[in-house]
């Protein structure tokens, strides 16, 4: 008895609002369907007064005597309209001519008054329907259609209806014919998918206005949505009064009264927004009510999974079965959106989780059999997301150890993951050109199952992250194979350029070296990195070479890329030997190989403008700067600051002269580059070398290498032929010679400054002077006359600034002597030879 | 070579230098030191020619450490005057000159001065001026270790470090003093603290330059080269420098820390100790051969140089 009452009270609360709402919305469509009633009715009537008025017209030109006798034939052939009861007349009828009113008749007996129409108790009266004129017992008369003779005045309003009736105005008996109704939807059975009936103008919800809007269609769904959370939240609660029977048995009755309830309205109004919300919000609910027989405490009456399983498939499959007949993918969708919601409530569980599962098949096998894309792609977000919140607000028990939970969750991911990589590879097959929203679920699948995976991912040592990367790595790779077997390519390479990342084989496979390269690096010491990462870069370019896959391509050499800057964060500063090789040595020249063999394979490539399948020739010079440039910084590491500008110096001869023979104009720039950086690293260090051997530990070893390296590049550079000076690098190619000398002089000069000092100082720098004067001779290279010449001035400066005042008095000497004689000299040579330099200067 | 051949061989060599690095336990060291060697190097560079311009003579500089000499004031210990204080700053002096056989500049006279502190610590100022705290004389275990730090102090003079951090303050305040006349310490200080900036990125360097060096000096003395390696990594020991970061969780986050580390590290004066030990190994190794080197670890002792005392014993084989 108390559970009678209280079931009861439930029911009242849970009832009552639904009833006002209905209430609500059915009154409002009552009153619309009226005024348009009505303003139909008024125009009828304005029409028929018009006519009258016309009728009467005609008789009066003529001379009918009986006419007279009666009353004006207004009072005769018409008679006012009277509103019988409970009208509403909305319509000015202050146009309309005004007639004598006697009541003896009442010519609206024949009209379809508005007393005709019936008030409505009938809570879906939105087709219009309107029942059998009634007239009002006082004014009925016998209504006998008359003749109305040509010429003969009409005895009384009846004839004049009859008259009017046979004109096809109202025919006289017939039911008034219903204002705007609208055919019913049929309901013949059919062998195939029913039609999707039409929606009536009183569920039109965009003429409505803003109030309505809210009223109707607003309210219809949060309420339809309230109403499943808070079947939820009762079957979830335990109370002591109620039996896990008991609940189950209310949650069933309420979902198959909403269930009824709107296949009611349905067949009695047709399909509308409010039947759709009502037949979904009741599926949901029995979903719900079946999944809580068995995965919630309170209500637990099954208690084997598999009949628990059984029963929720089973549920699914009606209300797959049930949206079907409408083929409407936003019934579909709300119901899906109601389960989902359902189980937001409910404990985590194996079966809970299985549960999503399922219902995450059922709606994408539906997406794809009636290629409901948006259905099929919001359905992932939404599988996905309510997964991840689940999790997130009951995590899994905690009695469950790191490898349990990860089986746990990453199974029942991977079952999604699979489901929506079959379904997204299924509608890639269909079209494979389609322009839908599902051609992006190879992606959208991609980052939620990796986000989930990662969020849900237990940190710690038992599980490490590279399990995952793994576990990715193989499923790409299998889904890899099964995209290039089953289903045709868009954005490979040889179809088009622009479409990247959008479900093809390659797609796949460029995730799976992504997730080897995560692997590796987790796997590897930190000095063997790069070697992992050089060859999965260089094996994925290999591979896409052969396909030719540009996607693959691109990804090789970023990786490639990626591996030349994890040189400098985890491979240069490190001590270490194996075989007294440095492992500094011995990972980085490897990777200085792979940059030359990529930049030799690049190059014989075609552009990205003139390949068809897009080339990517324009790398080729970045790769061999990365190779220069890994080379320097290896020397600097490896010989110390001190020997490395004569091997920088030594690398730059190398490379002129490998950019003369090969007619390589990068390599004569890396040429430039390399002797540049060695003379700078020659001055910072004074020249000096910390070298336990005493001849590299001197300065004039270092110098005199280093600038005779320089000097050669000169020469190397004054045989080549310039380039057209099409870009400003090209432009700047034709100061390399000068850039080599003057290089070359500054080093020499600056060789002598450390270790020359005082009085010798200005002798030697004036000796130098006149040593470059004459190379510069012989040469004919007129800036190192010029350097020559320079250094003589800055002798002139040295010995007035700072000899005079600095140096003793030998040296200050010394000094001045030295540099005169050298000017001296150096003014006899340009008047001897005046001729000859005259020649030399044109 | 075809594509294909260059191709074999570029991954014969990738896979083997991997298989032999893992074999030789590589060293797990992520970080952007390396990239702020780069950068020290290039400032460097980049300040040569500003430093040759304001490069002062050997007497100004020797004045200018004399002035800054007379201004050290520890708060003169109880023992000052004792005998053994004596005896003890006698030692360090000669010891220091007979490192002086492999300067480059030959002209500087170097003056070495004993602090009576329990610090453990050595500094030079321009001109010459060596100071060694008592604390680090208690410190070391053999003459040779104390070769190794006095070397290293005398590299910062040699090799100029000391007189470069002073050169752009002076410089500065001899082209302001024609303007602001008795108020150009402004400009100097100014200066100072702009250098101080520029030059943080390879002081670091000059603490390794000063290392390898001073190993140098000490070896070619006749000291052992591993002693420059024993102190200091009983000197690390000692202060307990930072542990060395667990590994991050991926390749983001790791480049995260050494962006850190490296940011953090701009300004310190000396480079982490794990890193000189290592680099005074590697150069301590060079030294092959038969040649013997002297420790003195009674020498230290009896507070007698190798060159008043030379002990047999104290004699040990390169490795």
Known sequence: ?842 | MKPVYSLIVVLIMLVVGGIIVMQGEPEEKVGLSGVMELVGDAQRTALKPAMVVTRVSAAEEMELGARLAGHMSFGYGRDQESEDFKKTEAYIKRLGRSLLGSISRKEINYDFHLIDAEMVNAFALPGGQIFVFRGLVDFVESEAELASILGHEITHVDARHCIESFQAEMAAEKVAGTVLGDDRWLAGMAMRFASRIIQGGYRQYQEFEADARGLKFSADAGYDPSAAEKVMQRLGEKYQEETPPKKAADPVAELAVAVKTAAGSYFRSHPPTPDRVERLRQQASQHTGNRKFYIGKDNLKQRLTRAQKEIPEEFASTR
């Open chain 1, 1 to 842: 008895m108390g559970e009678l009452i209280f079931l009861s009270i439930i029911g009242g609360i849970v009832f009552a609002p639904l009833v006002f709402l209905v209430w609500t919305i059915s009154s409002i469509s009552r009153l619309k369907k009226q005024a348009q009633y009505q303003e139909t009715e008024l125009e009828a009537m304005q029409e028929r007064v018009t006519r009258l008025q016309s009728a009467l017209r005609r008789l009066e030109t003529t001379d009918r005597a009986p006419a007279a006798a009666h009353p004006p034939g207004h009072a005769d052939v018409s008679q006012p309209y009277r509103p019988a009861r409970e009208e509403i007349v909305r319509s000015d009828v202050s146009g309309m001519p005004t007639v004598a009113t006697p009541s003896q008749t009442a010519v609206a007996g024949h009209l379809p008054s508005a007393a005709a129409y019936p008030p409505s108790s009938d809570l879906a009266a939105s087709a219009g329907l309107v029942s059998a004129p009634v007239a009002d017992a006082g004014d009925r008369e016998t209504a006998e259609p008359l003749e109305i003779q040509e010429g003969v005045m009409p005895e009384n309003s009846q004839q004049v209806n009859a008259f009017f009736d046979r004109m096809g105005q109202h025919p006289s008996g017939d039911t008034p014919a219903r204002p705007a109704a609208q055919p019913r939807s049929s309901r013949e059975s059919a062998a195939f998918r029913p039609e999707r009936p039409a929606a009536s103008p009183a569920t039109d919800w965009n003429s409505m206005d803003f109030e309505s809007m809210i009223g109707g269609n607003l309210m219809n769904k949060a309420g339809a949505f309230l109403l499943v959370i808070g079947l939820a939240l009762f079957l979830n609660y335990s109370f002591a009064s109620l039996g896990p029977w008991a609940k189950l048995a209310s949650g069933a009755v309420f979902s198959v009264l909403l269930l009824a309830w709107g296949v009611f309205l349905e067949h009695r109004n047709g399909g509308n927004l409010m039947s759709i919300g009502l037949i979904g919000g009741g599926w949901s609910c029995l979903y719900l009510t079946a999944f809580a027989a068995h995965g919630v405490t309170a209500t637990k009456v099954i208690e084997s999974p598999v009949a628990g399983m059984s029963l929720l498939i089973l549920v699914a499959a009606g209300m797959i079965v049930h949206s079907l007949r409408y083929r409407s993918e936003m019934a579909t969708g709300l119901a899906f959106i109601f389960a989902f919601a359902s189980l937001f409530v409910a404990e985590v569980s194996l079966f809970s989780e299985v549960a999503a599962v399922i219902m995450a098949i059922g709606m994408l096998g539906i997406s794809w059999y009636f290629e409901w894309h948006q259905l099929a792609a919001s359905g992932l977000v939404l599988t996905y997301g309510s997964m991840l919140a689940r999790l997130h607000w009951n995590a899994p028990p905690s009695t469950l150890g790191p490898i349990e939970r990860v089986m746990f969750i990453q199974s029942l991911l991977f079952v999604l993951w699979t489901t929506y990589e079959i379904v997204g590879m299924s509608f890639m097959r269909r079209n494979p050109a389609s322009e839908e929203v599902t051609r992006f679920l190879f992606p959208m699948n991609f980052i939620a199952y990796l986000v989930a995976s990662l969020l849900t991912w237990p940190k710690v040592v038992e599980t490490p992250v590279y399990y995952l990367a793994g576990m990715i790595m193989a499923q790409y790779i299998l889904t890899g194979l099964a995209r290039g077997v089953w289903c045709s390519n868009p954005g490979e390479a040889a179809v088009e350029k622009a479409r990247f990342f959008m479900g093809s084989c390659e797609d796949s496979l460029v995730i799976a070296a992504g997730a080897l390269c995560y692997g590796i690096w987790y796997l590897l010491p930190a000095p063997v990195v790069v070697i992992g990462w050089a060859v999965a870069g260089l094996m994925l370019i290999e591979v896409a070479y052969r396909l030719p896959w540009q996607l693959m391509r691109f990804i090789g050499h970023l990786i490639v890329t990626i591996a030349f800057f994890r040189v400098f964060i985890a491979n240069l500063d490190i001590a270490g030997t194996s075989g007294g090789i440095s492992h500094r040595l011995l990972t980085v020249v490897p990777v200085i190989f792979l940059m030359l063999h990529l930049y030799f394979r690049t190059d014989t490539e075609l552009s990205w403008e003139a390949s068809p399948t897009g080339g990517t020739r324009q790398f080729a010079p970045a790769y061999s700067y990365f190779a220069v440039v890994l080379a320097g910084v290896l020397f600097r590491f490896e010989f110390g600051p001190g020997l490395t500008p004569p091997a920088l110096a030594v690398a730059a001869v190398i490379m002129s002269g490998l950019g003369q023979k090969l007619k390589n104009w990068h390599f004569r720039r890396q040429g430039l580059y390399l002797a540049l950086i060695a003379i700078g690293y020659g001055l910072a260090n004074d020249w000096r070398c910390d070298s336990i051997n005493p001849v590299l530990a001197s300065p004039w070893t270092i110098g005199i290498i280093t600038v005779t390296c320089l000097y050669a590049c000169r020469w190397l550079a004054g045989r080549d032929d310039m380039p057209e000076p099409d870009s400003l690098l090209a432009g700047m190619d034709s100061i390399r010679p000068h850039a080599f000398s003057l290089a070359g002089s500054v080093g020499l000069a600056f060789l002598l400054y450390v270790q020359i000092s005082g009085g010798f100082l200005t002798l030697a720098w004036s000796l130098l002077g006149m040593g470059l004067l004459a190379a510069g001779f012989v040469c004919k290279d007129r800036l190192l006359r010029f350097s020559g010449l320079g250094l003589v001035l800055l002798c002139i400066v040295k010995v007035f600034l700072y000899d005079a005042r600095e140096l003793e008095a030998p040296l200050r000497i010394l000094a001045f002597m030295a540099l005169g004689a050298t000017m001296i000299a150096i003014s006899w040579a340009y008047t001897r030879y005046k001729d000859k330099i005259e020649e030399l200067l044109k």
